[in-house]
């Protein structure tokens, strides 16, 4: 799918200037066409800034649409007039033009699916391609469910996750603005008052005094090359896929937390997995579409080799145990499933226990983060007191 930027003429003859989303050049005029738009211009969309842009619908907006029409489809409303209808149940914005073009989409003759994949941001190929599947075999509410499940317990996943992450990062920068005013403003005074009394310095005194004198007379070429920096990681990140793979491989290998989010990703991947394989997706569309659910690069990569292994007409035990990187529990659950046939099953007990893994880490690592940042900030207070108080107290003492 492709972004297409057009301007035409509509129906009352006023010039219009707008964007959608349409597989090819001639799909898009198409549906210009249906909307009554005479064409003036229309080009593919260029994204200059796309690392920055971020999603504009929230996974709970997904979530609760998801069961929303899951329960009613039971209930035996029918698509068009759940989607009509829920336009009014939400918020004036952007969510619910994304409502109001899956309902023109299909008033215009689309299935749900087909009027899904016109927003690869907000439905990813993995809710477009189930959803595709539970329309062709009539399974469209197990489907939902299943997806609704699914995305509720990766978003709690990920909310413990990054709760581990928000308070450290607050104390961080707290501490990062303290030091920036004591190096700035407070110590070149103390350092003045120092210096005047003639005292030999320390080490500790005269490192203080080093560092306050980069803050004062380096801190906006710092904050520049920081921000450079990012700009040129984001950029990196998003063109080369040889530094986001080495940045991936360096995420998992990070102590402490790249367990944690190797056993996330694993337990994302798996329960993925299992949905597309009890709904009858084939098992190399599985494991490709797995990969880009993961998030991944490098995980991503040995995927891609599990696929071509079992492509090759190895078993799919064997094509995992290959790539070397899987441990032993993937292994022997996965050779269990495929031995039994019951594959789904194996998938959703990888994804079980690898959660509860990554949720005890994440117990076990909160209660550690508070001490030691309290450590550092003692450090850190006792280096400015011992390197500002130590030479009063060698004075007062050669007073004595």
Same mark, same amino acid.
């Given at each position: 799918?492709?972004?297409?930027?057009?301007?035409?003429?509509?129906? *009352?003859?006023?010039? =219009?200037?707008?964007? @959608? /989303? %349409?597989?090819?050049?001639?799909?898009?005029?198409?549906? #210009?066409?249906?909307?009554?738009?005479?064409?003036?211009?229309?080009?593919?969309?260029?994204?200059?800034?796309?690392?920055?842009?971020?999603?504009?619908?929230?996974?709970?907006?997904?979530?609760?649409?998801?069961?929303?029409?899951?329960?009613?489809?039971?209930?035996?409303?029918?698509?068009?007039?759940?989607?009509?209808?829920?336009?009014?149940?939400?918020?004036?914005?952007?969510?619910?033009?994304?409502?109001?073009?899956?309902?023109?989409?299909?008033?215009?003759?689309?299935?749900?699916?087909?009027?899904?994949?016109?927003?690869?941001? *907000?439905?990813?190929? =993995?809710?477009?391609? @189930? /959803? %595709?599947?539970?329309?062709?075999?009539?399974?469209?509410? #197990?489907?939902?469910?299943?997806?609704?499940?699914?995305?509720?317990?990766?978003?709690?996943?990920?909310?413990?996750?990054?709760?581990?992450?928000?308070?450290?990062?607050?104390?961080?920068?707290?501490?990062?603005?303290?030091?920036?005013?004591?190096?700035?403003?407070?110590?070149?005074?103390?350092?003045?008052?120092?210096?005047?009394?003639?005292?030999?310095?320390?080490?500790?005194?005269?490192?203080?005094?080093?560092?306050?004198?980069?803050?004062?007379?380096?801190?906006?070429?710092?904050?520049?090359?920081?921000?450079?920096?990012?700009?040129?990681?984001?950029?990196?990140?998003?063109?080369?896929?040889?530094?986001?793979?080495?940045?991936?491989?360096?995420? #998992?290998?990070?102590?402490?937390?790249?367990?944690?989010?190797?056993?996330?990703?694993?337990?994302?991947?798996?329960?993925?997995?299992?949905?597309?394989?009890?709904?009858?997706?084939?098992?190399?569309?599985?494991?490709?579409?797995?990969?880009?659910?993961?998030?991944?690069?490098?995980?991503?990569?040995?995927?891609?080799?599990?696929?071509?292994?079992?492509?090759?007409?190895?078993?799919?035990?064997?094509?995992?145990?290959?790539?070397?990187?899987?441990?032993?529990?993937?292994?022997?659950?996965?050779?269990?499933?495929?031995?039994?046939?019951?594959?789904?099953?194996?998938?959703?007990?990888?994804?079980?226990?690898?959660?509860?893994?990554?949720?005890?880490?994440?117990?076990?690592?909160?209660?550690?983060?508070?001490?030691?940042?309290?450590?550092?900030?003692?450090?850190?207070?006792?280096?400015?007191?011992?390197?500002?108080?130590?030479?009063?107290?060698?004075?007062?003492?050669?007073?004595?």
């Amino acid at each position: 799918m492709q972004k297409f930027v057009y301007l035409g003429i509509n129906r *009352e003859g006023k010039r =219009v200037r707008g964007d @959608l /989303v %349409a597989t090819n050049l001639p799909d898009a005029e198409r549906q #210009l066409a249906q909307m009554g738009i005479e064409l003036l211009s229309l080009k593919v969309y260029q994204n200059s800034i796309a690392f920055l842009k971020r999603k504009r619908v929230s996974n709970r907006d997904i979530i609760t649409m998801t069961f929303q029409i899951e329960q009613l489809l039971r209930s035996g409303v029918p698509l068009l007039d759940i989607l009509n209808d829920m336009q009014a149940s939400f918020p004036a914005g952007y969510f619910r033009d994304v409502l109001a073009g899956l309902y023109d989409s299909m008033l215009n003759g689309a299935t749900f699916a087909e009027a899904l994949s016109h927003y690869p941001d *907000e439905f990813n190929e =993995v809710y477009i391609s @189930l /959803v %595709a599947i539970g329309e062709k075999t009539g399974q469209l509410e #197990l489907i939902l469910h299943d997806l609704g499940v699914n995305m509720r317990w990766q978003d709690e996943l990920e909310s413990k996750a990054k709760k581990i992450m928000v308070y450290p990062s607050i104390v961080f920068s707290v501490v990062m603005l303290v030091i920036t005013f004591l190096m700035m403003f407070l110590v070149p005074e103390l350092v003045k008052f120092i210096q005047g009394m003639g005292q030999e310095l320390g080490f500790l005194t005269l490192s203080l005094i080093a560092v306050s004198n980069y803050f004062v007379n380096y801190w906006h070429i710092t904050a520049l090359a920081v921000i450079g920096l990012f700009i040129v990681f984001k950029l990196l990140m998003y063109h080369s896929s040889v530094f986001r793979k080495r940045m991936h491989k360096l995420q #998992l290998d990070m102590p402490l937390v790249g367990a944690i989010l190797f056993k996330l990703k694993i337990a994302r991947m798996t329960s993925t997995m299992a949905i597309m394989y009890a709904a009858g997706v084939s098992l190399q569309q599985i494991i490709n579409m797995a990969g880009k659910v993961v998030g991944n690069d490098y995980l991503l990569d040995h995927l891609k080799e599990v696929e071509r292994l079992i492509l090759d007409g190895n078993s799919i035990a064997s094509s995992f145990t290959a790539v070397n990187i899987f441990p032993p529990l993937i292994l022997k659950l996965i050779k269990v499933g495929e031995t039994t046939g019951r594959m789904d099953e194996a998938l959703r007990n990888i994804s079980y226990f690898y959660d509860r893994e990554a949720k005890e880490l994440i117990e076990k690592i909160e209660p550690a983060i508070e001490p030691i940042i309290t450590l550092i900030l003692a450090v850190l207070v006792a280096w400015v007191m011992m390197a500002t108080l130590g030479p009063v107290y060698d004075i007062m003492g050669s007073i004595r």
